[in-house]
């Protein structure tokens, strides 16, 4: 089986669970082949095109995270459940989508652990700073998503969006 190319800058359109799609973007990607993105709504009934690309922005993203290539790499076949490649962002600019820094509970003593991973390899810490219990920290929930949980907290998301 051919593996399907995808690399930062691509959007995909993301099977819901509840029907229809949502978006991500591809904004970082290592060897391991693990990826971090931003994945967007609102749902669209049919894989939606090209001319979205040039109005995707950070901010707006309802889903930050790291998360595994599985959904993008068995190809781009809407008839599947994959994930499919719709296409480039226009003049990709990493810097305008940030790798953050993650938050991560610690259940034991309480408190979060704020996480910094490796631009380059989206597996390795970079720098993991322990907060007391009482301070609020700022990011994306750290840990490694799978394509399946991806398409799962994205319908929830997108739902309670248009509620």
């Given at each position: 089986?051919?593996?399907?190319r995808f690399?930062p800058?691509?959007?995909f359109?993301?099977?819901?669970?509840?029907?229809g799609?949502?978006?991500?973007?591809?904004a970082?990607e290592?060897?391991?082949?693990?990826?971090?993105?931003?994945?967007?709504?609102?749902?669209?009934?049919?894989?939606?095109g090209?001319?979205?690309?040039?109005?995707?922005v950070a901010a707006?993203?309802v889903?930050?995270?790291?998360?595994g290539?599985l959904?993008?790499?068995?190809?781009p076949?809407?008839?599947?459940g994959d994930w499919?490649?719709?296409?480039?962002?226009?003049d990709?600019?990493?810097?305008n989508w940030?790798l953050?820094?993650?938050v991560?509970?610690?259940?034991?003593?309480?408190?979060?652990?704020?996480?910094t991973?490796?631009e380059?390899?989206?597996l390795?810490?970079?720098?993991?700073?322990?907060?007391?219990p009482?301070?609020?920290?700022?990011?994306?929930?750290?840990?490694?998503m799978?394509?399946?949980?991806?398409?799962?907290r994205?319908?929830?998301?997108l739902?309670?969006?248009?509620?």
């Amino acid at each position: 089986m051919k593996r399907a190319r995808f690399g930062p800058g691509d959007v995909f359109a993301v099977p819901l669970r509840s029907g229809g799609y949502g978006l991500g973007v591809i904004a970082r990607e290592t060897t391991g082949r693990t990826l971090f993105g931003y994945f967007f709504g609102p749902v669209h009934e049919d894989v939606p095109g090209a001319e979205l690309l040039p109005r995707l922005v950070a901010a707006d993203a309802v889903l930050v995270g790291r998360f595994g290539h599985l959904g993008l790499s068995r190809g781009p076949t809407a008839s599947n459940g994959d994930w499919i490649t719709i296409g480039r962002i226009p003049d990709w600019d990493p810097a305008n989508w940030p790798l953050p820094a993650f938050v991560r509970a610690e259940p034991i003593r309480g408190g979060a652990f704020l996480v910094t991973y490796d631009e380059s390899d989206l597996l390795r810490e970079r720098d993991v700073r322990y907060f007391p219990p009482g301070v609020v920290l700022d990011g994306p929930e750290d840990g490694l998503m799978g394509a399946g949980f991806v398409e799962i907290r994205l319908t929830r998301l997108l739902a309670a969006s248009a509620e």
